[in-house]
Every structure is written in C-alpha cells, then in structure tokens.
C-alpha cells in the first residue's frame, strides 16, 4: 500500500510509490529505476521539466531504504557547513516535491469535482424527465380510470334496461297465454256442442310464443 509521504515516480504515467531504489535529478525530480532506464537512454533532458541533464552528477540512482552504517558513514568526514549545504538542498527537494504531489492532488480533486458536478446535472436531468414522465402517466391513469368507470355505469345501465324489458316481456308473455286457443279451448270443450277433432287441434302456428332472446 502507498504510504502518503513516499515520494512518487514524477512520469505522470506511472506515479509508483518510491520505497526502495530511486533515480533524482539536479532539477529536483525523481523517477522509478524503470522509467529512467527508459527515459534518460533516450535523451539526457528531464522527462518532467525538460532541464538538459549533461553533467554526470545531474542523474544519480540513490537508495532510499538507508542502513545505519551507511547514515553513519555517508556525510562522516565533511565539514559541518557542507553537511548542512548537503541537508538543505535535499530539504529543498523534498519540500518541491510535497509542492508538486499537493498541486497534483488539488487538480485531481478539481477535476474529481467538475465530474461530479457534471453527474449531479446529468442526474437532475434524468430525475426531472422521468418525473415529467410520471406525471404524464398519472393523468393518463386517471383518465383511463374515469373512462372505465363510465363504461361500467353505462354497461349497469344496459343490464337495467335489459332487466326491465325482460320483466316487460314476460308480462306480455303471460298476458298472451291467457288469450292463446289452448286456454279459450278449455271453455269450448264445456261446450257439448263441440266435436272431438276441435278439443285436438293444436294452435296456430302464428300464436306460438318464442322463447325471449338471451342478451
Ligand atoms: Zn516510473
Ligand atoms: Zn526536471
């Protein structure tokens, strides 16, 4: 896992995380021994700021794991001035990179930001359609709602009619029987002027009541 204060390698391609072995420039940046291996064959210029890199001192591979034999060693025998010279500059270094990874931090946020702004937009944009595109739904429910519900009164309606005319007609369908030759047929066979043939004789067919039609 990174560690937030390690260095990391300044090709903005691939930004490793420098715990081990490290390539510095006099120009104050630092690369992963892969990409300087790469870069600085082809050119002698500084992949970052494009500093011609041509003395021999200007790229130097360094470890950035130390032993304590080596701290105890590397500045032993220099002059306190010179230790401090060599203490400041490397503080420099240092505090340029904490500079360069804050700025490229702050345009990563910003850019993270405008994003996410952009998303915020695009979700308003979607929730407010698919709002507009409730509300269209919902009138259209209603509105079918009501033309149903005014299919069933008018559907309530007919079988009321229907019942009505049903009643009707079996009114008449009584009333026709009681007029019909079968029943005028029982006075006439009280009748002993009557002959036989005229009790048998079924009615014409015009007084035949048909069943009423199924609705
Ligand atoms: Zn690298
Ligand atoms: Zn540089």
Redesign the pocket.
């Known amino acids: 896992m990174d560690n937030f204060f390690d260095m990391k390698c300044n090709r903005l391609t691939c930004r490793l995380s420098l715990t081990d072995k490290a390539v510095v420039?006099t120009?104050?940046?630092i690369f992963c021994v892969d990409c300087a291996t790469e870069l600085f064959n082809a050119a002698r210029l500084?992949p970052?700021?494009e500093?011609a890199l041509t003395e021999p001192d200007d790229v130097v591979i360094c470890s950035l794991h130390l032993t304590n034999d080596y701290k105890t060693s590397v500045l032993s025998g220099l002059s306190p001035a010179m230790i401090l010279e060599i203490c400041s500059r490397a503080i420099g270094f240092w505090q340029y990179q904490s500079h360069q990874e804050l700025s490229f931090q702050t345009a990563v946020a910003r850019s993270l930001n405008d994003k996410n702004a952009q998303l915020q937009k695009q979700l308003d944009n979607v929730v407010r359609e698919a709002n507009n595109e409730i509300g269209l739904l919902s009138s259209k429910l209603s509105e079918l709602e009501r033309d149903l519900e005014l299919e069933r009164r008018k559907v309530r309606d007919t079988q009321e009619i229907s019942r009505e005319r049903d009643r009707e007609f079996q009114k008449l369908k009584a009333r026709l029987k009681l007029h019909s030759p079968s029943q005028q047929r029982t006075h006439i066979a009280l009748d002993p002027g009557s002959t036989r043939e005229d009790q048998t004789q079924s009615p014409p067919s015009s007084h035949r009541v048909d069943a009423p039609p199924t609705a």
């Open positions: 420039t120009c104050s940046h500084c970052a700021c500093t």
